[in-house]
């Protein structure tokens, strides 16, 4: 069963306009959400993270929205730009006795168009 | 800033044949995670180790075992490999356990 979703595997934006990029959760337990970005050939590149605490973070031209309540989070970058286009996943921390793993939703492929 | 090693890069082994992917974490960092990442799927927790005992694991086959040394540098064993074993397998590490986990480049394995 997959608890983290991500419904859209691929999105195409213009260049300079807003990129939404959505993830769903099922396990009420995870307590943090983190943004990863992959290029082809490279691992995952850390984006930007959030509490369970907090409903958004924002750094740079990235923003991260967690909806408690309808187990939803979202990624906003904006202006998106060229370089954006990457494959981004959406992960969820399970702690378990301390230590924790990171469960993956199965990406987006974003596409930025000049 | 100095990143997460992983070696070798690309592996090419056959059906039964045994093989050890290695994992440098970032300087300090003292937790490390192992995934798999099957073609077109999400990365799949394995094994994680926090200051060399194994502290989680995931969905890992017994044919692989893996540790961490005095170092923080970690490897991955895997024996009796099998076709489906064919993936790119990252590890990550983080310092106390944090939330944030930095990954390597991976390392392609090809089972033929």
């Known amino acids: 069963d997959q608890q983290v979703k991500q419904n859209s595997p691929s999105l195409s934006v213009q260049e300079g306009r807003i990129s939404i990029l959505n993830c769903d959760y099922t396990?009420?337990?995870?307590?943090?959400f983190l943004w990863y970005k992959k290029y082809p050939a490279e691992g995952p590149t850390f984006l930007i993270s959030?509490?369970?605490?907090?409903d958004k973070n924002e750094d740079g031209r990235f923003t991260v929205f967690l909806n408690k309540s309808a187990k939803h989070l979202s990624l906003h970058i904006v202006p998106s730009q060229p370089g954006d286009s990457a494959v981004y996943f959406c992960?969820?921390?399970?702690?378990?006795?301390?230590?924790?793993?990171?469960?993956f939703g199965q990406g987006t492929r974003l596409t930025i168009n000049p | 800033a100095a990143g997460v090693i992983q070696s070798p890069r690309h592996l090419i082994k056959e059906k039964r044949e045994t093989a050890t992917l290695k994992c440098y974490p970032i300087?300090?960092?003292?937790?490390v995670y192992w995934y798999q990442q099957g073609p077109g799927q999400d990365p799949q927790f394995l094994i994680s180790?926090?200051?060399?005992?194994?502290?989680d694991k995931g969905s890992i086959p017994d044919r692989f075992s893996a540790q961490q040394f005095s170092d923080y540098h970690s490897e991955l064993n895997m024996s009796s490999l099998e076709l489906g074993d064919s993936a790119l397998y990252f590890c990550?590490?983080?310092?106390?356990?944090?939330?944030?986990?930095?990954f390597g480049p991976g390392t392609r394995l090809t089972v033929t």
């Open positions: 992960a969820a921390s399970d702690r378990i006795q301390g230590a924790q793993k990171l469960v």
């Open positions: 959030i509490s369970s605490i907090k």
């Open positions: 180790f926090y200051e060399k005992m194994q502290s």
């Open positions: 990550a590490s983080s310092r106390d356990n944090s939330y944030e986990q930095y």
């Open positions: 300087p300090r960092h003292d937790t």
């Open positions: 396990n009420s337990m995870f307590d943090y």
